[in-house]
């Protein structure tokens, strides 16, 4: 799945995948890609964390409806991100990232909400549904994990860091056979510490859109 919160930076897209050995990610764009070790698909029994409960999760993706100013803009990170993490807190950012890739593969959003900060479930995973009675339903279901062909691989979490705020963050890399282009997805990541572990508190989704052939329409044909 695409998340709602995304930038199109193409800067900061390029110094991400320089983080990335160039060998993987080639290795992955290709037909080779389908023999992709098992360890790399977070399977969806990794998807352990306690679910959110539906109203907990309509309440947060409503009230951040409402408090949305469509003027508003963020603050821009800093460059480099931060000082390097510790081995020990850069484990528990992949612990998390890895968690929540299994909870998609596993199709059970309540327990992918829970990886995420509360002021980050409405920001990530709205607008409020046009339909809320149908989205309920899909949430109140039992989840269906994706097929094995279709679930997302994790190719890797890079510069995992500490923010001047005392936030974390790190670049997570994935291929989610459901977008196309097929191709590594940069993920960028935030992180608060929460209890005994780090919650997702912002992302930003860097898609990779290869370059049009030279004479390709870029533009919506006219009716």
Known sequence: MRFANRSVAVAAFAATLALVPATLLAQDGTPEADKTPVARIPPPEECLVDARSV???FALIESSSAEADPEATREPLPAPLGEPASPEVAQALEATARELISCLNAGNIPRATSLFADSAVGPVFGPAPSDPDA????????PEPLPSERQ???????????LDDGRAAAFVIINDPLNLPRGPEALLLTFVEEGDRWLIDGLIDFSIVPDAPAGTPTGTPAP
């Open 55 to 57: 109203d907990d999760i």
């Open 135 to 142: 989205a309920r339903a899909a949430l109140e279901a039992e």
């Open 152 to 162: 997302t691989r994790l190719l890797a979490v890079a510069d995992p860091s500490i």
